[in-house]
């Protein structure tokens, strides 16, 4: 096992990866940028070097700088979390090229998945169903219309290299098409340096549902079951739920199995997310994330598998200690994001915590890096806590939701808490009727 793990990364996500580490006896270093001495991953962590200002470009994105660090530092495996360098296929093989582990998939897998036509293809060709669309890259508006003409309306265009739901835009019909696809395009190329767009019939009525998977080097692969992250506003999560209420045993193990054999095929290793779009008892793949997600503490309380320990562990070339056979889908869990925004026009709200409790208690697990008089600087991810219910079915679990969001109280700042409240009293989301669009739809009515 490792001895020391430097954590590129800030907040609540290095704050999950530093307990994973003190809990494996491995000691930790923190890296910040100026603004972020004071984080709580900072003040827990055993050592910490600060890697440069306070834009992430200088400081978090800055590859020499955290590898510096890392030399520094004696670390032997570096942890990059969700976001910044996750995903990035250079930092992996530098990671690797400074004799350092890097805590995720091997290089070509982060660049086959990175790429989302290539994904996509790749998948396709392993037998997992993706929604239709363009083939490729779209190359003009006569392209994409003619493609439409097949697919029908509406159509979505989608970066090829993009995340975070950017540089997606719709087309209802042939006539919004160009307009569509020059949007799209600039966005692409002013958020992720290319302009690559593909193009796919855009779903009515579907769910986001996400199979979680874990391989390590022996050829051992093991689905966690689907996490349901329908409730989104612009296209991005806001309110995840493990096990989904519309998928069955049946459909569970069937997907499960068609994912782990393809992961398999391609000899992946680590946690990865195969991301689908679910409708009418059908899964469309639409990407697949490299990396641990922001929603994975919902999965470790459904199936009692601590991931990103799992995930230390594969990076030391540990096998893994349970099999497919072992992982029983108990009970039920939903993460609440609770973000630093206006709840109504998700504007980010950073400032100072005047105030704050967090919940507890029997099914309720918090995870945070925020406490009484922190600053939450203006320029990062606003997300600043998760609160985690878990009861033995749904019915349970809403009921410990409420309870848990009913006692957080964060003062200083606008929060999402607000909008969970009024969520979970909603007959809709209580019955498990939604779909991706219904928050947007029904922003104003709840
Ligand atoms: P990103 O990587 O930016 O998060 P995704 O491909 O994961 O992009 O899509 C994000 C969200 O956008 C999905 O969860 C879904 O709500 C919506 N979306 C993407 N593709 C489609 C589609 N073909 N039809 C309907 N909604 C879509």
Not at 136 to 158: D, H, L, M, N, R
Not at 379 to 398: F, V
Request: glycine residues 8%; aromatic residues 6%.
């Amino acid at each position: 096992m490792f001895k020391k793990i430097l954590i590129a990364n800030r907040g609540d996500i290095a704050v999950r990866i530093l307990r994973a580490c003190k809990e494996l006896g491995i000691s930790t270093v923190a890296v910040h940028s100026e603004c972020d001495s004071n984080l709580m991953n900072v003040r827990l962590a055993d050592e910490s070097v600060c890697i440069g200002p306070n834009r992430s470009i200088d400081s978090y994105l800055n590859i020499s700088s955290i590898l510096s660090a890392a030399e520094l530092t004696g670390t032997e495996a570096i942890h990059p979390g969700v976001g910044f360098l996750s995903e990035n296929e250079k930092f992996a093989r530098m990671v690797a090229e400074h004799n350092m582990k890097f805590i995720g998939p091997r290089p070509e897998h982060i660049s086959m998945m990175g790429d989302k036509i290539a994904a996509k293809r790749t998948m396709k060709k392993l037998g997992i169903p993706v929604v239709t669309g363009s083939e490729g890259e779209i190359q003009s508006v006569e392209e994409a219309i003619s493609i439409a003409e097949i697919t029908g309306y509406p159509v979505i265009f989608k970066a090829s290299s993009g995340g975070g739901g950017k540089g997606m835009k719709i087309a209802n019909n042939s006539g919004e098409v160009a307009n569509a696809l020059k949007m799209a395009k600039a966005e692409a190329k002013a958020n992720f340096g290319s302009n690559s767009v593909y193009m796919e019939r855009y779903l009515a009525h579907p769910k986001h549902i996400e199979v979680q998977i874990i391989a390590d080097n022996y050829g051992n692969v093991v689905h966690l079951g689907e996490r349901d992250c329908s409730i989104q506003r612009n296209h991005q999560k806001l309110l995840e739920e493990s096990p989904s209420s519309v998928i069955s045993n049946d459909e569970r193990n069937k997907i499960g199995e068609i994912v782990t054999k393809a992961v398999g095929e391609i000899g992946y290793i680590g946690v990865g997310t195969l991301e689908f779009l679910y409708e009418n008892g059908e899964f469309f793949f639409m990407e697949m994330n490299t990396r641990i997600q922001v929603e994975h503490p919902i999965t470790e309380m459904v199936t009692g598998v601590d991931i990103v320990r799992e995930q230390i562990k594969i990076a030391a070339g540990e096998k893994l200690s349970f099999s497919q056979e072992d992982i029983k889908v108990t009970g039920h869990a939903m993460e609440f994001r609770i973000n630093a925004e206006d709840p109504k026009t998700f504007t980010p709200s950073p400032g100072n915590i005047d105030e704050l409790h967090f919940p507890g208690g029997n099914g309720v697990r918090v995870d945070s890096h925020i406490y009484r008089n922190y600053t939450i600087p203006p320029y990062y991810d606003s997300l600043i806590a998760k609160i985690i219910a878990y009861g033995k079915d749904r019915a349970e679990c809403i009921a410990k939701g409420r309870r848990a969001l009913s006692e957080l109280v964060i003062d200083g700042i606008s929060t999402t808490t607000d909008l969970h409240k009024k969520l979970l009293e909603n007959s809709d989301i209580i019955k498990g009727e939604y779909d991706i669009h219904w928050l947007m739809d029904n922003l104003e009515n709840i």
